[in-house]
C-alpha cells in the first residue's frame, strides 16, 4: 500500500487548459484555460501572479500536493447598517450596496423636498423611508447574486 500523500481531487493547470485528477489518477476530463487569477501580493506586499508547473508532467503522475488553489470571496452586505446609514443620509445605503444612481436620486429628492417646505413634508418622509427600504433590499439583492444568504 502506497503511504505516500496525494493531491485532493479537482481540476489542476495541465497545458493550455486544466485537466481532473480523481484522487488516484487523471481523468479524460479537460476544460479550456480560465482568465487568469487576480494579482496576489508577495510577502513585500508587492503585487504578482501565481502560478504553477504545468500538470501532469510528462510522464503522468499526481498534480503536487501544494499546487495553487485560487479562492474569490466577497464580504455579504449587511442590510442593518444599509438601513441605518439611510436613517440618518436618505440613500446612503443604496450607494453602499452599488446602486449609487438610485441612492443619489433618493438623497436629490428629499434635498428638493425639503426645500419646497410645505408641499415637501410628504416627499422629505417619503424619500427618506424609501431609502431605508431600498438600502435593506439592495444589501438582500447583492448578496443573493454573490450566493450569500442574509
Known amino acids: 500500500m502506497d503511504d505516500a500523500p496525494s493531491a485532493p481531487p479537482g481540476w489542476y493547470p495541465a497545458g493550455e487548459g486544466e485537466r481532473y485528477w480523481d484522487g488516484r489518477a487523471w481523468t479524460p476530463h479537460v476544460r479550456p ?14 503585487p504578482h501572479q501565481v502560478s504553477g508547473a504545468s500538470w501532469p508532467p510528462p510522464g503522468g503522475g499526481p498534480p503536487p500536493v501544494n499546487a495553487p488553489v485560487y479562492i474569490t470571496q466577497v464580504a455579504p452586505k449587511s442590510p442593518a447598517l444599509s438601513v441605518l446609514a439611510s436613517f440618518f ?58 450566493g450569500i444568504i442574509s
Not at 39 to 45: Q, S
Not at 123 to 132: E, K, T
Open 33 to 46: 484555460p480560465m482568465a487568469p487569477p487576480v494579482a496576489a501580493r508577495d510577502t513585500h506586499g508587492l
Open 89 to 146: 443620509l436618505p440613500g446612503l445605503g443604496s450607494m453602499i450596496n452599488g446602486d449609487v444612481a438610485k441612492g443619489i436620486g433618493i438623497l436629490v429628492g428629499y434635498f428638493i423636498s425639503w426645500v419646497l417646505v410645505l408641499v415637501g413634508i410628504v416627499g422629505v418622509f417619503g424619500f427618506w423611508v424609501w431609502g431605508m427600504v431600498d438600502a435593506a433590499e439592495g444589501a438582500r439583492r447583492w448578496n443573493a447574486r454573490h
